[in-house]
């Protein structure tokens, strides 16, 4: 397995990933926003990375990380806002391997907390962020869109 942090020349294959997540679960897909944000995040490194998930030499999934800061969490924290692996390299540990790979580049980078949204109705992430020391909260994450 490989990790590699997106280039400004991969924004297509980023595109072409998250359209297949988005795909599967069910989440709208604009194209023309999608690379726009992904342009945005890789002229922007401040804002977060997301890196691509190799194996056998084929980009296989990804992980993006955005950076925030936090009273709470007494400084710059991140966010696991994306996690795909594409469904046939599931069950491999290669989401585990990623998300290792994310949190000791966040403390590379001096960041204090990581978080990660996911879903009640998703047993396999549960049991897979709890293993991997993720305390799993009461509180509702709330969006309003601006």
Excluded: W
Excluded at 9 to 25: H, K
Excluded at 126 to 146: E, G, P
């Amino acid at each position: 397995m490989q990790i590699t942090v997106m280039q400004q020349s991969e924004i297509e294959t980023a595109a072409e990933l998250v359209r297949s997540f988005y795909t599967e679960f069910g989440f709208p897909f604009d194209p023309v926003i999608i690379r726009s944000c992904l342009e945005e995040l890789s002229a922007s490194p401040d804002l977060g990375r997301l890196f691509f998930l190799q194996h056998d030499e084929k980009t296989v999934g990804f992980i993006l990380i955005t950076f925030g800061f936090s009273l709470e969490y007494h400084g710059r924290d991140a966010f696991i806002d994306e996690l795909f692996v594409l469904p046939e390299f599931r069950n491999r540990g290669l989401g585990a391997a990623v998300i290792e790979y994310a949190v000791q580049f966040c403390k590379s980078e001096g960041i204090k907390a990581i978080h990660l949204e996911v879903r009640n109705n998703n047993p396999s992430a549960l049991r897979l962020y709890r293993r991997l020391n993720f305390i799993l909260h009461d509180s509702v994450l709330a969006t309003r869109k601006l």
